[in-house]
């Protein structure tokens, strides 16, 4: 599975973001998905993920400001980000893993895309 995130850019707080990312690959529909956020001499950290079935799942400090969806026609996976905040910037990644239980973390995924960088200005 190859994975290439976008849709990062600089916008102000309060503002909102839409990233994609986008798979190739045949089996797509059974892989869970992740993205995950790294800012700069801090370990990569999880974000949200959607997993095959199509649980969510997001981290407290983004619950209620995004939403996630996949379209698996498209072999893409949507992060919708709302009222942004400064601690939400940083370089997020996507990743994925063959659908499984428990937690995603980042030892846990078998493949990265590379990341798209998110900048909120206060």
């Given at each position: 599975?190859?994975?290439?995130?976008?849709?990062?850019?600089?916008?102000?707080?309060?503002?909102?973001?839409?990233?994609?990312?986008?798979?190739?690959?045949?089996?797509?529909?059974?892989?869970?998905?992740?993205?995950?956020?790294?800012?700069l001499g801090k370990e990569?950290?999880?974000?949200?993920?959607?997993?095959?079935e199509s649980r969510r799942?997001?981290?407290?400090?983004?619950?209620?400001?995004?939403?996630?969806?996949?379209?698996?026609?498209?072999?893409?996976?949507?992060?919708?980000?709302?009222?942004?905040?400064?601690?939400?910037?940083?370089?997020?990644?996507?990743?994925?893993?063959?659908?499984?239980?428990?937690?995603m973390e980042v030892g846990?995924?078998?493949?990265?895309?590379?990341?798209?960088?998110?900048?909120?200005?206060?």
């Amino acid at each position: 599975v190859q994975l290439q995130a976008y849709g990062g850019g600089l916008v102000q707080a309060g503002g909102s973001l839409r990233l994609s990312c986008a798979a190739s690959g045949r089996t797509f529909s059974n892989y869970d998905i992740g993205w995950f956020r790294q800012v700069l001499g801090k370990e990569r950290e999880f974000v949200a993920g959607i997993w095959s079935e199509s649980r969510r799942d997001v981290v407290d400090s983004v619950k209620g400001r995004i939403t996630m969806s996949r379209v698996n026609a498209k072999k893409t996976v949507y992060l919708q980000m709302n009222n942004l905040k400064p601690d939400d910037a940083g370089i997020y990644y996507c990743a994925a893993r063959w659908n499984s239980y428990g937690d995603m973390e980042v030892g846990g995924m078998d493949y990265w895309g590379k990341g798209t960088q998110v900048t909120v200005s206060s």
